[in-house]
């Protein structure tokens, strides 16, 4: 369902969309919060580490976000949210994925763009720590990828009363297409030496540890040279790794786009048209949203940027939406939702 939000305008100075994505990672100042930190051992025998923020009242609504490629707890946009959330009298707890806490993980797995069954848990988790709660997810690119899928995949049975999507890779093969384009190229370029260090220093510890069979696991990908693309990528490491026969196999299995008229949880998804990691033909008609999913396309603000305001005292458009359009869905009743 589209619909007419209130109209994001950039800061003066900041229209355009590389600037708009660096602003975060480069310019924005630190969030200091105070967390608590919670590891979640999974039945695979590897953990999450989950950082909680805000009341620990049984009652109040708890807000899961969810980062993306190479980020953190810590990423800005992460930290930025749970402050707005805690402000409005609201938890939420922030979710490292494997191997994303500041610790490697102890499988030779990692997280990827499908990682669906990792959110399956940590939800399961949630509703079973805080029962009275009303739960919502929140997810950014990778991490917006994950949840519309869960989303799909689980249909009524999500777990969640209401979610958000911002940025999100609807096909993961035509944005691994984008991002090798233009000035796209720097950040194909940050993220291949990320994820390359993610699996380097995934490696010395296993050594370290004496952990044989994941080091072998690893040795078994071959020497990781001349990976410049998420497709040499995604087909040397990430497909291996995690089951699928390719990238382009990975790509199909993982894309959002092909799990969105399955949603049956009132979703907000928030893009830009100038995102410069997605194509405009990336993404989704009207015709292939749920009832209940409202689809907001803003004409600019990057890739997880939207900031306004000013130079000297910018504003974070998605840190006033996003808590407000959680706070409605919690007091809307659904027939009122659908039927506008």
Same mark, same amino acid.
């Given at each position: 369902m589209l619909t007419f939000p209130p109209r994001f305008t950039p800061a003066p100075g900041l229209g355009n969309p590389h600037l708009q994505t660096l602003w975060g990672p480069l310019w924005r100042k630190t969030v200091h919060l105070e967390r608590q930190r919670e590891r979640l051992w999974l039945d695979d025998g590897d953990f999450l580490d989950l950082d909680w923020h805000g009341p620990h009242a049984a009652e109040t609504p708890l807000v899961l976000v969810l980062h993306g490629l190479t980020g953190s707890s810590n990423s800005p946009y992460v930290a930025g949210l749970q402050q707005a959330l805690g402000n409005q009298g609201w938890a939420s707890v922030a979710l490292n994925w494997r191997g994303c806490s500041g610790e490697p993980n102890l499988l030779a797995r990692s997280y990827h763009s499908g990682a669906s069954e990792d959110l399956a848990a940590t939800v399961a988790h949630l509703k079973a720590q805080r029962p009275l709660a009303p739960l919502y997810a929140v997810g950014y690119s990778l991490g917006g990828n994950v949840l519309l899928k869960h989303l799909g995949e689980s249909g009524q049975d999500s777990g969640l009363q209401g979610a958000v999507a911002v940025s999100v890779p609807f096909r993961l093969d035509q944005c691994a297409d984008r991002i090798g384009q233009g000035f796209s190229r720097i950040y194909q370029a940050h993220f291949m030496r990320e994820m390359l260090a993610y699996i380097k220093n995934k490696q010395r510890q296993f050594q370290y540890d004496g952990r044989l069979e994941g080091l072998a696991t690893l040795s078994d990908l071959g020497p990781l040279t001349g990976l410049r693309t998420f497709w040499d990528f995604d087909g040397r490491v990430t497909a291996p790794l995690h089951g699928f026969a390719d990238a382009q196999d990975y790509y199909r299995r993982a894309s959002s786009r092909y799990f969105l008229g399955a949603i049956r949880t009132p979703t907000l998804i928030i893009q830009a048209k100038d995102d410069p990691f997605v194509f405009p033909h990336s993404l989704p008609?009207?015709?292939?949203?749920? &009832? *209940?999913?409202?689809?907001?396309?803003?004409?600019?603000?990057?890739?997880?940027?939207? &900031? *306004?305001?000013?130079?000297?005292?910018?504003?974070?458009?998605?840190e006033r939406r996003i808590p407000q359009w959680l706070a409605d869905i919690g007091t809307t009743p659904a027939a009122a939702r659908t039927s506008t």
């Open positions: 008609e009207p015709g292939e949203l749920a &009832v *209940d999913t409202q689809f907001e396309l803003q004409a600019k603000g990057g890739h997880v940027g939207f &900031v *306004d305001g000013t130079l000297g005292k910018p504003g974070y458009y998605l």
